[in-house]
């Protein structure tokens, strides 16, 4: 599978209304035209200055990025970057995974994935990193332009172009996605969902990506969770949900079994 660059991200998906001000930016004038050309795609303004925008959408050489230059506590870009950090520890560790447990990988067998909730696709690149197949759906278009960034250049390196070949990124609402999946008599091995929990009022409580992340659009209120779930059982036998350790069950509905960690569980429904 052959990625776009984050500038042509498609443009064709549903427009989202944003919790705050965002504005593309770029860091050196030789990447000016490729945020002029990522702003009118996303029909973001463009800015040089940071202005009046809360958030900041930049281009720069060390990848798509996105900023908050106002907040102590929100210091430094959230990035999309497979090829280092946490993630490629994590890839190192697969053993470790209750996400690959979670999704029904077992022996030799790697089911074929869709990730109805991509976000910064982490998860979805640990599970492509074990040999499966993975379809992300991301409806946010900025959360999907970072991620296809990130994509872009785990593709140029060496140790992640097989994983990042493995991962196809669609934008668009994963509800309707799956209700079309439905009329067209379409079945998916494993959905995995990882829905955005709604935020606590003590900010130290939340990783910094997260909070950038509900900067952009606020968690789905219970009758779209309700409606997602019922989407993604209706087209797989097997749905598995990352959850927070003590969150309630998505839409208050008991699942088949649950696979506790320290801080999170994934609560898996079976059909």
């Known amino acids: 599978m052959k990625y776009q660059p984050a500038k042509s991200v498609p443009v064709d998906c549903p427009a989202t209304k944003h ?39 930049r281009v720069s050489q060390e990848g ?36 690959l447990k979670a999704v029904g990988c077992k022996g030799n067998r790697r089911p074929v994935v869709l990730d109805a909730t991509g976000g910064l696709g982490r998860d979805s690149f640990l599970l492509a990193a074990a040999g499966c197949q993975v379809r992300i759906i991301e409806r946010e278009p ?19 172009a097989a994983i990042a070949a493995r991962i196809r990124l669609t934008v668009g609402d994963a509800t309707l996605f799956l209700r079309e999946m439905r009329k067209q008599g379409q079945r998916m091995e494993v959905i995995y969902l990882d829905p955005m929990f709604p935020e606590r009022h003590k900010s130290a409580l939340v990783k910094k990506e997260a909070q950038m992340l509900q900067l952009l659009a606020a968690p789905d209120n219970p009758e779209a969770e309700k409606e997602l779930l019922a989407a993604a059982l209706a087209v797989s036998g097997r749905v598995a949900i990352k959850r927070p350790v003590k969150a309630p069950f998505l839409a208050g509905r008991k699942p088949s079994y649950s696979l506790l960690g320290k801080t999170i569980r994934f609560d898996v429904y079976l059909s």
């Open 19 to 57: 919790r705050y001000s965002i504005a593309v930016t770029w860091t050196v004038p030789a990447l000016a035209a490729q945020a002029e050309e990522l702003a009118r795609q996303l029909a973001l303004p463009l800015t040089e200055t940071e202005g009046q925008h809360i958030l900041l959408l």
């Open 64 to 99: 798509l990025e996105l900023v908050k230059l106002d907040d102590p506590h929100l210091n430094g870009p959230v990035r999309v970057d497979f090829t280092a950090g946490a993630i490629d520890y994590r890839r190192q560790q697969q053993g470790r995974e209750l996400l």
């Open 142 to 160: 900025i959360l999907a332009a970072l991620l296809a960034d990130g994509l872009q250049r785990a593709q140029q390196h060496s140790k992640t």
